[in-house]
């Protein structure tokens, strides 16, 4: 993934990765150039620098360094702030005592980019997203990345009776998170801030939180210890939005900002106990309704936004959750595809680390599993010497999972989202995580005209996707498929679409071949929307789903001169208008809306 989300939605979402720029010796097109300066360049190009001078002007096509711009000179610029030396700061990138290690761990300053390698030219690093009009380093301390946190806290609106308030017109309840005013820039925000040299993400976290919102600078002692207490607590389940590259209006063409965006749901009302009290970098700050009308600095909207996504479609709960165990409901509380019902998980009973003495799941391996085909694991119960290696590649099998280390409990191995309600592997072949790629294909809608066609009420342009009606479930989805044992994420998610949607395993040879050179030519760039767990139906206590869904968008109109048709696991195929009102299998909405997000159209 360049960049995402590893939302990636991280231990259960994400938000849209971006790709890193091509080298110097690839083309793009001009509707990539403008997708990507959507994306990420918008805040920092073309304009006056925070307190100091005017960037040096950059057309939209002349973003990426991959595109020769003769007539580039950008302004050089270092805050006198930055050029002080404080300890936050970096030496001059020229000075002869102080060479840096980019790309890589320097003592204890991090230059690793979540994005992805980024190129060193004359020892200085350049931004991986592209021109910005001014080299230097601006108001940021680091050259190359420059890393941040945002915790996204947020609670269920109530009214004074303590009910969940639902919006009128969507008919969902409404989210609100803590935002904060920016000293600087006058614009609300995430409490987040810059994460120093030795400290962890997680500490980060927790720190600039207490510090911007709660003030816990000025406070007693004591009453720092509570709060330290109660933000451990809320602290513990988060669920990673975002991963990767920041359109903040600081970067430069050396120096540029970064983030792990987390979101943290207050379901246990922890923070009615404490007042909301700015401090450090903010001027002052409340809990925020999220709505699509709000201005957020930099690309704090799409943090929030993300957090707003309904992963976990019930129909009767009382109290809904955005934490990491709440990816478990297609998977918890139902019958299971063709097999049990499920043992009952309450939703405060999903998580390993809550005790649940009555919990008693049904165990169950479909037959077609237990015949041992060849993409399936032998019985670890049965077989003594079926010696599974967790956590690690095993052979020519992947086990390592997306999200972390997963426990691992006599032997059986552990679902990392929490309980299902039911044992065994279910419909899975492999005992753990269970690898799929799924490749989001995408296109602009034109009219008989050829004209693109916009939305009349977002007034942006509508995206489509390439979808399959599954045969097992008859839910419209991704045309993705499983990472067979040896085979490489690209390679599936080719061979995939494919089969899925183009029928080539039907193909004589030839326009089999020419089918899968368009495709090869196709998915040679794409941005990794998401890398991790899946709120699967099969999912079971000892065998989950996960995935890395990319996005490929067809600027060229490659697919106009293939026919689409259903293979494999397809019932059905068609291009298909995205739009929030979709209904799609698994997780695969979330993965459709960063696609959206990501290509700045209409959702």
């Not at 919990?359 to 399936?376: G, I, L, M, Q």
């Not at 191995?413 to 799924?438: F, Q, Y």
């Not at 696991?569 to 959206?596: C, I, P, Q, R, T």
Request: charged share 25%.
């Amino acid at each position: 993934m360049g960049g995402i989300i590893s939302f990636i939605l991280g231990r259960v979402l994400g938000l849209p990765m971006m790709k890193p720029v091509p080298s110097s010796n690839s083309s793009s097109s001009p509707r990539a150039m403008q997708t990507t300066r959507l994306l990420s360049h918008a805040s920092c190009v073309n304009g006056k620098y925070l307190n100091g001078p005017l960037r040096a002007n950059v057309p939209v096509e002349k973003i990426p360094f991959n595109v020769p711009f003769q007539e580039y000179k950008p302004v050089d610029y270092t805050d006198p702030v930055v050029l002080a030396g404080p300890v936050w700061a970096d030496k001059d990138i020229q000075s002869p005592d102080h060479e840096m290690k980019f790309n890589d761990r320097d003592g204890k300053v991090n230059r690793v980019s979540h994005y992805g390698k980024y190129e060193v030219v004359n020892g200085f690093p350049m931004n991986p997203v592209g021109r910005t009009g001014m080299q230097g380093r601006g108001l940021l301390g680091k050259w190359g990345p420059n890393h941040a946190a945002d915790p996204v806290v947020t609670r269920w609106k109530r009214d004074a009776n303590h009910k969940i308030v639902i919006d009128k017109e969507s008919k969902k309840p409404i989210l609100e998170f803590v935002g904060i005013k920016r000293k600087d820039t006058g614009a609300w925000a995430i409490p987040g801030g810059m994460v120093d040299a030795g400290d962890t993400v997680s500490l980060t976290l927790k720190k600039e939180f207490g510090e911007e919102a709660l003030n816990s600078i000025e406070m007693t002692e004591d009453k720092k210890n509570e709060v330290r207490k109660s933000l451990d607590e809320l602290f513990k389940l988060g669920t990673t939005l975002y991963k990767g590259y920041v359109d903040d209006p600081r970067n430069t063409d050396n120096a540029w900002m970064e983030t792990v965006a987390v979101n943290f749901h207050d379901n246990s009302d922890a923070f009615d106990s404490f007042k909301l009290n700015a401090g450090d970098d903010a001027g002052a700050v409340s809990w925020i309704a999220i709505s699509s009308s709000i201005n957020l600095y930099a690309n704090h909207k799409q943090f929030v936004e993300a957090a707003t996504v309904d992963m976990t479609k019930t129909n009767d709960r009382k109290t809904p959750s955005l934490s990491q165990n709440a990816n478990n409901i297609r998977c918890r509380n139902a019958k299971y595809l063709n097999g049990p019902e499920r043992g009952i998980v309450p939703d405060d009973k999903v998580s390993w680390a809550v005790e649940f003495k009555e919990y008693k799941p049904v165990e169950y391996t479909d037959p077609k599993v237990v015949a041992n085909p060849v993409w399936a694991d032998s019985d670890i119960k049965a077989d003594k010497k079926a010696a599974l290696k967790f956590n690690k590649v095993d052979g020519k099998t992947n086990r390592k999972s997306h999200v972390g280390e997963y426990k691992v409990v006599d032997g059986m191995p552990l679902n990392v989202s929490g309980r299902t309600g039911i044992t065994g592997r279910g419909l899975l072949g492999k005992w753990g995580p269970n690898h799929a790629a799924d490749p989001v294909v995408t296109r602009w809608k034109h009219n008989d005209k050829g004209e693109q066609v916009i939305n009349p009420n977002t007034k942006k342009p509508i995206l489509q996707f390439v979808a399959i009606k599954r045969k097992d479930t008859g839910e419209w989805a991704i045309p993705g498929g499983m990472v067979e044992s040896g085979d490489s994420v690209s390679a599936t998610l080719k061979k995939e679409f494919g089969e899925e949607a183009l029928n080539t395993m039907k193909m004589e040879k030839k326009q089999q071949a020419e089918v899968s050179k368009q495709v090869k030519d196709l998915f040679k760039k794409g941005n990794v929307l998401y890398k991790g767990y899946v709120d699967d139906p099969r999912n079971t206590d000892n065998a989950w789903m996960e995935t890395v869904a990319v996005n490929y968008h067809d600027h060229k109109g490659t697919f106009h001169k293939f026919k689409l048709q259903a293979g494999d696991d397809a019932g059905h195929v068609e291009w298909v208008d995205m739009d929030s009102s979709l209904k799609l299998y698994a997780s695969h909405s979330y993965f459709v809306m960063g696609a959206a997000k990501a290509n700045d159209a209409h959702w």
